[in-house]
């Protein structure tokens, strides 16, 4: 029976090069036709599949918009027009303030106007998507369960695991505000003590006023969003300041809002969630380290031509065998400027770095590199499939 295995695009890119990766796919189902085992074909079982709950779009629940004060700005211009990428304009703030010293009083403005200064940004969309085909009207007849149904759902939970995940690996990759736990010099300075606690939030939250973060304006308050891993997450629960902050809170935010369903909680302005695809580096002194996501306003770009649509085929080998897709052509990225005319600059995310000792490394982690990247993920598939795969194996074998 085909199971579901995602990683990043630009790994599934990389892994459609690789022999060893496909052969690993290959073993566990991928690109093959969906059976139904035996012990499904009984009668009294449920007509509902039993799945295990995977969580739609997180980011798109709860951060995407379209108007500048949200934190993944939706752009749609492309879904009208020929292209395949979006450039959008960053209008700087003026700077002229000599008059904090130098009052106007009667003086001439004619010849003192200040120049509007704009950076640029692109973002290049791709077409993303996937398939399950039934193996046949008798795998139909085998069984109660709607695999039609359990199709759709599949397909559903791939489609907001895929773009969760893209989100996690754009803000993450090549970050120019880097925070570093206990005010470490780097990633390699870190070491497993370094744990994620309430002087970490407080500390980002200082580091993006001063790279000028701006924050999300709700109700009238500014508020920041972190998005910190599993095991971030049960350190800060294990910090007392956090417990009595949260103790002794007041009103937390909006309920209407979808930013703060669900959180962990509120310090200093900052909403915190945890999730399972936040990324993660490897430092020289082998510790895993989580790269916690801290975001304001416009972090990133959601470029959509076309939205996710739902095609059912059902004419191969004279509708026999039906078939149902999902595809949708879009570009996830972090917004980066270069203010200065030269240098990129992260305009509404910083990445916190913070010790994940206990944290398992897996295909879907942020690593250093590619070639590591698609190493894991060539692990990972060779595990799923019950196969051999190492440095003494070439090729994977059946175990």
């Not at 698609?374 to 994977?396: F, R, S």
Request: aromatic share 8%.
């Amino acid at each position: 029976m085909s199971k579901l295995f995602t990683v990043s695009d630009h790994v599934r890119a990389e892994l459609g090069k690789n022999p060893k990766a496909m052969a690993a796919l290959t073993a566990q189902g991928y690109g093959t036709p969906s059976d139904v085992p035996d012990d499904l074909c009984e009668a009294i079982w449920l007509s509902k599949c039993m799945t295990i709950y995977m969580q739609q779009s997180f980011f798109l629940d709860k951060f995407v918009g379209t108007s500048e004060n949200s934190i993944i700005q939706k752009i749609t211009e492309l879904g009208s027009k020929a292209g395949t990428s979006v450039t959008y304009p960053l209008m700087l703030p003026l700077v002229n303030f000599a008059q904090l010293t130098t009052p106007l009083d009667d003086g001439t403005l004619d010849g003192q106007e200040e120049a509007m200064n704009f950076r640029s940004a692109k973002v290049t969309v791709h077409e993303y998507g996937n398939a399950i085909r039934l193996k046949g009207a008798l795998t139909e007849q085998k069984t109660s369960i709607s695999l039609r149904t359990s199709a759709r759902t599949l397909l559903e939970q791939w489609k907001g695991r895929l773009t969760d995940l893209q989100y996690f690996v754009a803000l993450s990759s090549n970050p120019t505000n880097k925070v570093f736990v206990n005010d470490r010099a780097n990633l390699d300075a870190i070491v497993a003590g370094d744990i994620f606690n309430c002087d970490v939030i407080a500390n980002a939250r200082f580091m993006a006023i001063n790279n000028n973060l701006c924050p999300v304006r709700i109700d009238g308050d500014d508020v920041f969003v972190m998005v910190i891993s599993p095991e971030a997450a049960k350190q800060l629960r294990g910090d007392q300041t956090w417990l009595d902050a949260q103790k002794y809170a007041g009103d937390r935010g909006n309920k209407a809002n979808n930013i703060f369903t669900g959180m962990l909680g509120m310090y200093q302005g900052v909403v915190v969630h945890e999730h399972t695809n936040t990324q993660f580096v490897k430092n020289t002194g082998n510790v895993v380290i989580s790269a916690n996501l801290f975001m304001g306003a416009q972090a990133g770009v959601l470029a959509e031509a076309k939205a996710w649509n739902w095609v059912e085929d059902p004419l191969k080998d004279y509708k026999r065998k039906v078939g149902f897709a999902t595809t949708g052509i879009y570009g996830i990225g972090k917004n980066s400027f270069k203010n200065d005319g030269t240098n990129l600059k992260d305009f509404g995310v910083e990445v916190v770095y913070s010790a994940a000792p206990k944290t398992k490394l897996t295909a879907l982690t942020l690593l250093e590199s590619t070639a590591d990247r698609v190493e894991y993920a060539i692990a990972a598939a060779a595990a799923e499939a019950g196969v051999e795969y190492g440095d003494d194996n070439p090729e994977p074998k059946r175990k």
